[in-house]
């Protein structure tokens, strides 16, 4: 009794190295322990090894398989380890043969699917390497009002995937991609889930979300931002591209002090304006929106790609409106 205690006082005390160079040494300080503690007939009983078998374990393995002791096991359970009488030979150290560099891949043009047009990209052109894109989202204009329901609808669904196409639907610019730098959304707060469903949607998707306190602030503070030299930055870029998603006609000024702003520097501005076309409510783009503009999209065009499930909706709307409307 009083050899076990000893035997397996002196296998937890054993001390091993650190590092992979350290364990074949390790494994043959293991071995001599159990040569210590072994009995006369070379046998090391389980409640000699037991406390000390987890950290030795990945050892004995290796003296397992090189036949330098064999276990004998009663059920599932250990009886004893005996030791074979054979060296412990270390395997030699083998060198990883040197990784071949991996063979340059010839550049393939790439392209894209942007605004129901397939636009074929060079591989030597870059996203926004002479175009820059600072886009401002009225979010309340995108929705609509049915005067006979009293609702709103909201044909681009508030969802992050459907914001991501919409942003990326707008950075063609005469066949060359513009780089989206900054995306402005403005909103008005609303106490639903709603409103936090699409503000997070929003943000997920890249944009900056300013909240308004009321609808008449919403144009005030674009405007502003529109003016906004720290946005702006024209000194600092070779093109820009200052799309505005509105149909309102408030900006109509905003926009033409800001060309002819960039006329005075000689700066390539360009104005885009995204609006529905299509009048829910009696009205329409503003006529002096479109007219300041260098290039106008209707929503409705876009919408199948932005959103197809809104544009189903959008379709069926405009059918039951158009038959409504239609002369009996």
Known sequence: ????????????????????????????????????????????????????????????????????????????????????????????????????????????????FLDKHKVAVSSQQKVGKSVSTILYVDVPNICCFDREKGKRLQFLRAERASWLRFKNSLRLWKNQFADVELAIAYMKPEATKAFEFARASLEKAGFTVVVCKKSKDIDAQMITDIMEPEIIKLEKRRRLVVT?????????HALRSLKRQAQKLN???????????????????????????????????????????????????????????SPA
């Open 1 to 112: 009794m009083q050899k076990s205690v000893r035997g397996s006082a002196h296998l937890k005390a054993l001390k091993l190295g650190r590092g992979s160079d350290k364990f074949a040494e390790n494994v043959q300080t293991v071995l001599q322990a159990f040569q210590n503690v072994a009995d006369e007939k070379g046998r090391i009983e389980w409640a000699v090894l037991q406390s000390s078998f987890t950290r030795l374990r990945r050892y004995i393995d290796v003296l397992e398989r090189q036949e330098c002791i064999i276990r004998k096991v009663s059920g599932r359970s250990i009886v004893r380890f005996t030791l074979l009488g054979k060296v412990f030979t270390p395997l030699p150290v083998t060198q990883p043969a040197p990784k071949k560099p991996a063979p340059k891949m010839p550049k393939v043009p790439s392209s894209a």
């Open 267 to 325: 700066f390539p501005l360009h104005t885009h304006i995204v609006s529905w076309t299509y009048a829910y409510d009696g009205g329409t783009l503003s006529n002096e929106l479109e007219r300041v503009a260098d290039k106008v999209t209707a929503l409705e065009s876009i919408l199948p790609t932005v959103d197809p499930v809104g544009n189903e909706q959008f379709v069926k709307y405009q059918a039951k409106t158009n038959k409504q409307n």
């Open 244 to 252: 505005v998603v509105s149909g309102d006609g408030d900006f109509s």
